[in-house]
């Protein structure tokens, strides 16, 4: 048996009595803490497995898209928005499943996926690629309130621009020509503060581009 001294058995009964006070509260918190870490780490777990799997039907998606099977990239699409709709991989799915459907002639689809894309993803740049393409096509099937509306909320000054130009076309479509040569010509100023925003030297694409915005312009002016 252990013998000890005076002071190691007032330590002791110290220690006994302690645990006896908080024995369980300590060990509910120990255990708390572990279920936590075990937790977090399942999590992590769970977060990378979901990435690989969607980033699997991605790749999946743009081999069919390469193959011009719009009905594979249909299906891969709506796979991606019903088991990971949270992930940057179900927004740019989407993004090539609207492109592949409207190469089929199913603009009905085209239209319902980049819908979902408007309402429901979260990275701007992706959201706004989604809103202009959407409003596109409302604009081709003569939709042309609805493509306003989709045009209504500035874009991230990367997409200005285009929003300007579009702007334009479907106010030129809806015969208003004074406001959408306005937009035509905010749409150059646009680009002119985009390049100078990223410090980018002009390059005969950006120069043609804004040559085409003028010329859509002029031809607007000189319709009058």
Known sequence: MAVYDLEEQEQLDELKTW?????????GLLLAVAVA???????????????????????ALQ?????????????LAGELIDKYSGSAYAAMGVLVSARAQVAAGDLKT??????????????DGLRDLARLRLAIIMLDEKA??????????????????????????????????SEARVAYEAAIKQSEAQQKLVGAE???????????L????????SAQ
């Open 202 to 212: 002009a390059t005969p694409a950006n120069s043609n581009y804004r040559d085409m």
């Open 37 to 59: 870490s075990a937790g977090w780490q399942g999590w992590n777990w769970y977060q990378r497995n979901q990435s690989a799997q969607a980033s699997a039907v991605y790749s």
């Open 110 to 123: 085209a239209r319902a996926q980049l819908a979902w894309a408007v309402d429901s993803v979260d990275d």
């Open 144 to 177: 042309f309130d609805e493509a306003a509306k989709q045009l209504v909320k500035d874009p991230t000054p990367a997409f200005a621009a285009r929003f300007g130009e579009l702007r334009g076309d479907v106010l030129a479509a809806q015969g208003k020509t």
């Open 63 to 75: 081999q069919a898209a390469q193959q011009n099977n719009a009905t594979r990239v249909k299906s």
């Open 19 to 27: 645990w006896k006070q908080y024995g369980n509260l300590t060990t």
């Open 214 to 221: 003028r010329a859509k312009a002029e031809q607007l002016g």
